[in-house]
């Protein structure tokens, strides 16, 4: 492993006097909640994009052969949609585990979407971000180089393509648009 961040993680506790809090997913998360929430809701963030950046060498690929898996990136104006689930902060421990390979907690404001689309309402929420300056953090490449090293990678967690499709097919779902996410489905051979 190339650094984990599950101490650190947890000395983030930005929600420390809440009974519960907000956790954004932009994605796995929105896919699979394989954790116990109180609801969720479509919510969307601003100023960050969606970008399949940051390696995996623990889940969606290996470190011989590692996958690319979705961080986000300061894009000011940007929208990402995802969905936000409402949690007892217990949850975040096995998270911190689960994302340890470079992803740290960060607080944000998030605003909800209601069932016909339009924002209904506003709260800070936890997201887990993979910036530049971590181990992991490949940044850009060309869009088909992408598709061709998440259509090769497989690690412990399933194939690197059925978390891009996955994750696609769920921005779908929620009638987002995301061009690089399509895109990169798009090229995937
Ligand atoms: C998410 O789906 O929001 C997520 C992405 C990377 C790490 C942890 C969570």
Not at 121 to 137: C, H, K, R, T, V
């Amino acid at each position: 492993m190339l650094l984990d961040t599950t101490a650190v993680n947890q000395q983030r506790n930005f929600f420390s006097d809440h009974d519960d809090l907000w956790l954004f997913g932009y994605g796995s998360l929105i896919w699979k909640a394989d954790f116990a929430y109180l609801e969720r809701q479509p919510a969307y963030i601003t100023g960050w994009a969606r970008r399949f950046w940051q390696a995996s060498h623990d889940h969606r690929g290996t470190l011989e052969a590692p996958g690319r898996v979705a961080t986000l990136i300061p894009a000011p104006g940007a929208v990402c949609h995802g969905m936000a689930y409402r949690i007892t902060p217990d949850v975040l421990a096995p998270l911190d585990v689960r994302e340890k390979n470079g992803y740290l907690r960060e607080k944000v404001p998030l605003t909800f979407i209601d069932e016909t689309g339009r924002a209904n309402g506003q709260s800070e929420g936890l997201i887990y971000l993979a910036s530049e300056d971590n181990p992991a953090f490949l940044g850009d490449a060309p869009l088909d180089v992408i598709a061709r090293q998440i259509a090769n990678a497989h690690g412990p967690s399933g194939s690197n393509r059925e978390y891009l499709v996955n994750l696609a097919q769920a921005l779908r779902d929620l009638g987002a648009e995301d061009a690089h996410i399509f895109e990169l489905e798009k090229q995937l051979v």
